[in-house]
Protein backbone atom coordinates (compact mmCIF):
# COMPACT_ATOMS: atom_id res chain seq x y z
CA UNK A 1 0.00 0.00 0.00
CA UNK A 2 2.67 2.49 0.41
CA UNK A 3 4.30 1.91 -2.60
CA UNK A 4 1.48 2.32 -4.57
CA UNK A 5 1.47 5.36 -2.48
CA UNK A 6 5.05 6.73 -2.89
CA UNK A 7 4.83 5.32 -6.49
CA UNK A 8 1.52 7.70 -7.32
CA UNK A 9 3.21 10.58 -6.06
CA UNK A 10 6.20 10.42 -8.40
CA UNK A 11 3.99 9.58 -11.14
CA UNK A 12 3.21 12.05 -14.48
CA UNK A 13 -0.37 12.38 -13.55
CA UNK A 14 0.77 14.47 -10.45
CA UNK A 15 4.38 16.56 -11.86
CA UNK A 16 3.21 17.03 -15.34
CA UNK A 17 0.18 20.43 -14.69
CA UNK A 18 3.34 21.19 -11.81
CA UNK A 19 5.71 21.28 -14.73
CA UNK A 20 3.70 23.17 -17.05
CA UNK A 21 2.79 25.91 -14.58
CA UNK A 22 6.49 26.35 -13.50
CA UNK A 23 7.29 26.53 -17.50
CA UNK A 24 4.69 29.13 -18.19
CA UNK A 25 6.02 30.99 -15.00
CA UNK A 26 9.54 31.23 -15.94
CA UNK A 27 9.17 31.84 -19.53
CA UNK A 28 6.83 34.84 -18.65
CA UNK A 29 9.77 36.08 -16.07
CA UNK A 30 12.71 35.61 -18.56
CA UNK A 31 10.56 37.69 -20.89
CA UNK A 32 9.65 40.62 -18.81
CA UNK A 33 13.43 40.54 -17.56
CA UNK A 34 15.12 40.69 -20.84
CA UNK A 35 11.99 43.41 -21.69
CA UNK A 36 12.77 45.65 -19.19
CA UNK A 37 16.92 44.94 -20.32
CA UNK A 38 16.34 45.95 -23.88
CA UNK A 39 13.77 48.71 -23.41
CA UNK A 40 17.05 50.57 -20.81
CA UNK A 41 14.74 50.74 -17.76
CA UNK A 42 10.79 50.14 -16.66
CA UNK A 43 9.47 53.06 -17.78
CA UNK A 44 10.02 52.47 -21.50
CA UNK A 45 8.62 48.79 -21.01
CA UNK A 46 5.02 49.99 -19.52
CA UNK A 47 4.65 52.20 -22.28
CA UNK A 48 5.89 50.01 -25.20
CA UNK A 49 3.37 47.26 -23.14
CA UNK A 50 0.72 49.69 -22.82
CA UNK A 51 1.37 50.35 -27.09
CA UNK A 52 1.00 46.72 -27.64
CA UNK A 53 -1.52 45.75 -25.51
CA UNK A 54 -3.90 44.17 -28.05
CA UNK A 55 -1.31 42.50 -29.58
CA UNK A 56 -0.83 40.97 -26.41
CA UNK A 57 -4.44 40.51 -25.80
CA UNK A 58 -4.52 38.15 -28.88
CA UNK A 59 -1.62 36.23 -27.75
CA UNK A 60 -3.27 35.89 -24.27
CA UNK A 61 -6.62 34.48 -26.39
CA UNK A 62 -4.45 32.37 -28.04
CA UNK A 63 -2.53 30.85 -25.16
CA UNK A 64 -5.98 30.88 -23.39
CA UNK A 65 -6.88 28.00 -26.47
CA UNK A 66 -3.81 25.88 -26.81
CA UNK A 67 -4.24 25.24 -22.98
CA UNK A 68 -7.84 24.71 -22.91
CA UNK A 69 -7.13 22.13 -25.63
CA UNK A 70 -4.36 20.36 -24.05
CA UNK A 71 -6.42 20.37 -20.84
CA UNK A 72 -9.37 18.35 -23.08
CA UNK A 73 -6.91 15.91 -24.09
CA UNK A 74 -5.09 15.51 -20.22
CA UNK A 75 -8.84 15.44 -18.83
CA UNK A 76 -10.08 12.61 -20.99
CA UNK A 77 -7.58 10.36 -20.01
CA UNK A 78 -7.16 11.64 -16.27
CA UNK A 79 -10.59 10.23 -15.76
CA UNK A 80 -11.24 7.92 -18.33
CA UNK A 81 -13.54 5.10 -16.54
CA UNK A 82 -14.59 7.64 -13.69
CA UNK A 83 -18.38 8.95 -13.80
CA UNK A 84 -18.51 10.45 -10.57
CA UNK A 85 -15.47 13.04 -9.95
CA UNK A 86 -16.35 15.10 -13.79
CA UNK A 87 -19.63 17.02 -12.40
CA UNK A 88 -17.57 18.89 -9.70
CA UNK A 89 -14.58 18.93 -12.12
CA UNK A 90 -17.02 20.10 -14.62
CA UNK A 91 -17.79 23.30 -12.40
CA UNK A 92 -14.28 24.31 -11.51
CA UNK A 93 -13.85 24.27 -15.47
CA UNK A 94 -16.46 27.04 -15.86
CA UNK A 95 -15.46 28.58 -12.74
CA UNK A 96 -12.21 29.32 -14.43
CA UNK A 97 -13.81 30.46 -17.88
CA UNK A 98 -15.51 33.03 -16.01
CA UNK A 99 -12.19 33.86 -13.67
CA UNK A 100 -10.20 34.24 -16.87
CA UNK A 101 -13.14 36.01 -18.66
CA UNK A 102 -13.36 38.88 -15.75
CA UNK A 103 -9.20 39.33 -15.52
CA UNK A 104 -9.71 40.29 -19.59
CA UNK A 105 -12.90 42.35 -18.91
CA UNK A 106 -10.69 44.36 -15.69
CA UNK A 107 -7.57 44.76 -18.34
CA UNK A 108 -9.80 45.97 -20.93
CA UNK A 109 -11.96 48.27 -18.99
CA UNK A 110 -8.89 49.85 -17.41
CA UNK A 111 -7.25 50.03 -20.19
CA UNK A 112 -9.65 52.26 -21.48
CA UNK A 113 -9.75 54.53 -18.19
CA UNK A 114 -6.48 54.99 -18.39
Given amino acids: ?6 FRLFSMKVWAPITMACLV ?3 ALI ?3 L ?3 VMKGL ?3 QEWRTLTYWHFFVWRVALYCIILWGWLLYRDRLFQG ?3 STSSVHRVEIAVFFSLLLVELIRAL ?3 GS
Avoid at 1 to 6: R, T
Fill in 110 to 112: LRQ
Fill in 43 to 45: PAW
Fill in 35 to 37: GIH
Fill in 25 to 27: ILV
Fill in 31 to 33: FNV
Fill in 82 to 84: ERG
Fill in 1 to 6: MIKNHW
